[in-house]
Nanobody, 115 residues
Framework: QVQLAESGGGLVQAGGSLRLSCVASGSTSSINVMNWYRQAPGKQREFVAGVSHGGVTDYVDSVKGRFTISRDSTKHTVYLQMNDLKPADTAIYYC?????????WGQGTQVTVSS
């Protein structure tokens, strides 16, 4: 069992930056991949970024060049640095941890970008 706690969301103007954090606790040794997803009002949850245990990263096209995912395995934490934010980035951002026997989600953190 893995528990995830996100933080770092808030209200920011377009062009601004935020850094989200997700701290994992519990059976952290079973985590292979950590992802960020987001869900905007009235839309389906979508993949934003992911990082493997070996540090391989992946991003949805709409955030490439603006968002950076990183992982500190010693702190069991994954970060999402978001730069040049746009109103279209407004959503609840969720952390997800996956492994051979786990698939856990956090409660989410709200990001609101004003124009």
């Amino acid at each position: 069992q893995v528990q995830l706690a996100e933080s770092g969301g808030g209200l920011v103007q377009a062009g601004g930056s935020l850094r989200l954090s997700c701290v994992a606790s519990g059976s952290t040794s079973s985590i292979n991949v950590m992802n960020w997803y987001r869900q905007a009002p009235g839309k389906q949850r979508e993949f934003v970024a992911g990082v493997s245990h070996g540090g391989v990263t992946d991003y949805v096209d709409s955030v490439k060049g603006r968002f950076t995912i990183s992982r500190d395995s010693t702190k069991h934490t994954v970060y999402l640095q978001m730069n040049d934010l746009k109103p279209a980035d407004t959503a609840i951002y969720y952390c997800r941890a996956r492994g051979p026997v786990i698939d856990s989600w956090g409660q989410g953190t709200q990001v609101t970008v004003s124009s």
